[in-house]
């Protein structure tokens, strides 16, 4: 009869925060994510940011300057990022900037992803190996 009650209890549980995830009584890890325009010769960088929820407008960033945001994981840990770059010289990419991986979230400490627009391309901050990884190159138009 404990063991029903229990099953019973989990079961309710596990509906209700399928039903409704965004009000989970579980607290989720806050993250941040950066971007950083540290192209040369004074270039702007368009950038344009969202999820699919999330719609976080275009940005044009001089150089030197970052757009930043935080957000917390849904309850499923199946939040994703992704962003779209352009460069003056309309050299392009659209990559994830936030997924559930492991390999991805070791660099950034498991709460601070940066990732640096530069001549040569996109990097990711290795933050604990303290150096940047180039992760994509820039691309000719379209970048789809």
């Not at 029903?4 to 890890?29: C, D, E, G, H, M």
């Not at 050299?91 to 498991?110: A, G, H, P, S, T």
Request: with cysteine; net charge positive.
């Amino acid at each position: 009869m404990i063991s029903f009650r229990l099953n019973l209890v989990v079961v309710t549980v596990v509906l209700a925060l399928a039903i409704r995830p965004s009000v989970s009584p579980i607290p989720t890890k806050t993250w941040h994510v950066h971007v950083v325009n540290n192209l040369s010769n004074n270039q702007t960088l368009l950038v344009h940011c969202k999820s699919k929820d999330d719609d976080l407008g275009e940005h044009n960033l001089a150089a030197g300057t970052e757009f930043a945001w935080k957000f917390k994981e849904n309850f499923f840990q199946t939040t994703l990022f992704w962003c779209y770059l352009k460069k003056q010289d309309k050299f392009c990419n659209i990559f994830n900037v936030f997924w559930k991986e492991d390999f991805f979230q070791f660099r950034c400490r498991y709460k601070n992803c940066i990732w640096i627009a530069k001549v040569e391309g996109i990097y990711l901050k290795n933050i604990p190996e303290g150096h940047d990884e180039l992760w994509h190159e820039w691309k000719q138009p379209p970048c789809n």
